[in-house]
């Protein structure tokens, strides 16, 4: 089946189901579909329904597309959120962001949204606005320049990280995760100790000296591979 042409730029700042409609149909025709059937949930007929097309106001090698594409997204009655509009490449690089300094290897040990929550704010931040957001359902406002805690800076680079873990309403259940981001640090403490000192880990992580050596005797406890296996 031949896909229509599209940049993996778009593809790769827009949420799953968007993903799908525009791999599926291509930017324009995309676009053009969004106006009446983004925003909400959308019925998706099976591929051998002989009126998907007209269902999806889409012509049947569109609807076909479409519906393979939406297939692994659906709910088990055929349904699926699709979000309003696309973001374009073009829109995110216009935010000038420069994000915290975080270890690579710390990031690379974490879950994809606690990884974009950790990108956008730095450990010490982020640790700290979790322990009143996470664990529940967040709305990332999308026209504000403070709110949840952050002030417009760090909601700037937490609105571009998180924007492919959002639904439609622009929300997400933040993870409650201060068990998980205190083993990445310590691994990340750990593995590091050959090339930071322990005042500049102490400052990096906002921990004490004590803390720091304490942490690093705990060496047997971890190992240098990811930690978390197939965690997501």
């Not at 827009?14 to 799908?20: D, G, I, M, T, W």
């Not at 692994?72 to 000038?96: K, M």
């Not at 639904?167 to 590091?192: G, V, W």
Request: hydrophobic share 40%.
């Amino acid at each position: 089946m031949k896909l229509p042409n599209v940049t993996p730029e778009l593809l790769s700042t827009n949420r799953p189901a968007l993903h799908a409609v525009i791999l599926a149909l291509g930017e324009t025709r995309a676009r053009e579909w969004l106006q009446y059937y983004g925003g909400g949930w959308v019925y998706v007929p099976n591929r051998d329904d002989a009126l998907a097309y007209l269902r999806l106001s889409l012509t049947g090698s569109e609807a076909g597309r479409l519906i393979d594409a939406l297939e692994p997204l659906l709910s088990d009655h055929r349904y699926v959120l699709i979000p309003s509009r696309i973001t374009n490449q073009a829109e995110i690089r216009e935010i000038d962001v420069t994000f915290p300094e975080v270890e690579q290897s710390l990031l690379d040990s974490l879950p994809p949204i606690l990884r974009a929550i950790v990108k956008a704010l730095g450990y010490a931040r982020a640790s700290e606005w979790l322990q009143d957001h996470g664990g529940v359902n967040i709305h990332i406002p999308q026209h504000k320049q403070k709110a949840l805690g952050l002030d417009s800076d760090e909601l700037a680079r937490l609105k571009l990280v998180l924007q492919p873990h959002l639904d439609s309403n622009n929300r997400l259940s933040c993870p409650k995760a201060d068990k998980l981001l205190a083993k990445a640090r310590n691994a990340c403490i750990i593995n590091n100790a050959h090339r930071e000192s322990i005042a500049v880990q102490a400052r990096m992580y906002k921990l004490s000296s004590r803390q720091i050596t304490n942490i690093r005797g705990e060496a047997g406890n971890y190992q240098q591979v990811d930690l978390f296996g197939d965690m997501q």
